[in-house]
């Protein structure tokens, strides 16, 4: 086989991802495809198709491909084209496909768990820009990034030898299967008036679906998929995204807002007034509902999130732990420490309590509703109970892919020099009397990114000066 030229630049921490015709293209789908099914390791507990074993698996490029791997897609417009290149990839390898069509990226995993396939891949571009797309990985139930992306990319670049044996492509529907799922989530709740905004994204069929199963009145917005994203960009982390599903709360005598992202894994949330909770006040409200009945559980919250997560956990008896920023660093660490919940402040949520531990936006919104139909309160009077911190926005800004890990060894060798206090387990949050402020290097883009958050705003203005001169040292601007 011809050596095949990528883009380096698609093969990202967590995924695959470019811009489609541009860095990222249907070749390139057909042999990364065939590649992660090719280095598949056959199930130890049977030789069956679909079958995976009971025990964690063996690493990937252990084997020679086996079982079957489930494939989904999302709306972009180049999605089915990247569709056709991957399940022929992995029919060629000799891999089983199970395509479950269009939805979601929390269907997919939740179609991988159910039908123990060996494996899954996922056509998304998640929130990018509507030209990017890309590819996610599950590999025997657990998360597939880092190093194993890395072990990908050796096995394309080592080439393939002639499989003469075909792997099948069958059709199955879960969509029922999964709404049911999510719909039971909600139990006997008493019922709510909310709005729905699926931003043209993958989750729009199962948002309206699941909405004609709950108690109450629902509004329906953007709920057709659409990958030009004619109504707004699907990315709720960002306010303007929010604004649509805002003047809808505020227009109607509705309880909350909920909207999604491009592939449905993230939420975001708008209460009665209008008002955005952010990621931490999400975290808190969760959190309290999973310790209710899991007493004592520990509960992971990623290294942005507010300082208040981490006491308020520990108030209600939780075990908090700080880890890394990133889905699937957070999947894997729920999978050791056998944590009951996670979260990030930009909207990735794991239920492992009641569900099985991966991000599901769409199960979040479930989960959510029910906490607050059963409170009787109002979802603003919730959020203004919450501890109030006062902090920055994410912030992030330009610095080159071999330099900005260069930055975080920077700035931490001079912490540890002055005998500040930090916690490095990603990039370095340096604790004060004021409050906290973090830097760390983006595994998806060529930033930093830094937050700061003190109990005041004078708090806030010393540790952002504190932040800005550890960067000028090295000669990097904080862009506020």
């Known amino acids: 086989m011809a050596m095949h030229r990528f883009d380096p630049a698609i093969f990202r921490e967590y995924d695959i991802r470019g811009a489609f015709g541009e860095n990222l293209r249907a070749e390139d789908a057909y042999l990364i495809a065939r590649a992660f099914a090719a280095g598949i390791p056959l199930p130890a507990s049977s030789p069956q198709a679909g079958v995976m074993a009971e025990n964690t698996p063996p690493a990937y490029g252990a084997g020679k491909g086996g079982g079957c791997i489930c494939v989904c897609r999302d709306g972009r417009l180049s999605s089915p084209e990247l569709h056709e290149a991957v399940c022929r990839g992995v029919t060629e390898s000799g891999v089983d496909v199970m395509d479950i069509g269009i939805g979601p990226t929390p269907m997919l995993y939740f179609a991988a768990h159910m039908q123990k396939t060996a494996g899954a891949m996922m056509i998304t571009g998640s929130h990018n820009p509507p030209a990017d797309n890309g590819l996610k990985f599950v590999l025997g139930g657990k998360a597939f990034y880092g190093a194993d992306i890395q072990a990908l990319k050796k096995k394309i670049l080592e080439g393939f030898g002639i499989q003469e044996k075909k792997g099948k492509i069958s ?73 649509q ?41 969760y959190a309290e509902d999973v310790l209710k009945h899991t007493p004592g559980a520990m509960i992971i919250a990623d290294v942005k999130a507010s300082g208040a997560v981490f006491e308020e956990i520990a108030r209600l008896g939780g075990k908090p732990l700080m880890w890394k920023t990133g889905h699937s660093n957070i999947k894997a660490k729920m999978a050791e420490t056998g944590a009951a919940f996670a979260g990030e402040m930009s909207g990735h949520m794991f239920f492992a309590d009641k569900y ?66 930090f916690n490095d387990v990603d990039g370095v949050r340096v604790s004060t009397r004021d409050g906290w402020w973090l830097l760390r290097a983006s595994n998806t883009q060529a930033a930093l990114v830094a937050r700061a958050e003190a109990r ?25």
């Open 245 to 285: 599903l805002i003047h809808a709360v505020r227009g109607g005598t509705l309880d909350a807002g909920i909207a999604f992202d491009g592939d449905g894994d993230r939420l975001g949330v708008v209460d009665d007034e209008g008002m955005i909770l952010s990621g931490d006040h999400l975290l808190m409200l």
């Open 456 to 480: 005041d705003a004078a708090g806030l203005s010393r540790l952002k000066e504190d932040l800005r001169r550890q960067l000028s040292f090295s000669k990097v601007a904080l862009p506020c």
């Open 171 to 243: 059709t199955r529907d879960v969509r029922e299967d999964y709404v049911d799922a999510l719909a039971s989530a909600y139990g006997d709740a008493p019922w709510l008036n909310v709005a729905w905004d699926g931003g043209n994204g993958a989750a729009g069929e199962i948002m309206a679906a699941l909405a004609a199963r709950l108690p109450g009145t629902h509004m329906l917005l953007n709920e057709r998929i659409d990958g030009a994203f004619p109504a707004h960009h699907p990315d709720p982390s960002v306010p303007e995204n929010l604004a």
């Open 356 to 421: 099985y531990g991966y991000d599901d936006g769409i199960y979040a919104a479930v989960r959510l509703l029910a906490l607050l139909s059963r409170s009787g309160k109002k979802l603003s009077e919730l959020r203004k109970a919450l501890p109030a911190r006062v902090s920055t926005p994410e912030l992030r800004f330009a610095c080159d892919d071999a330099r900005k890990f260069k930055v975080i060894d920077e700035v931490r060798g001079r912490l540890k020099q002055a005998a500040t206090e």
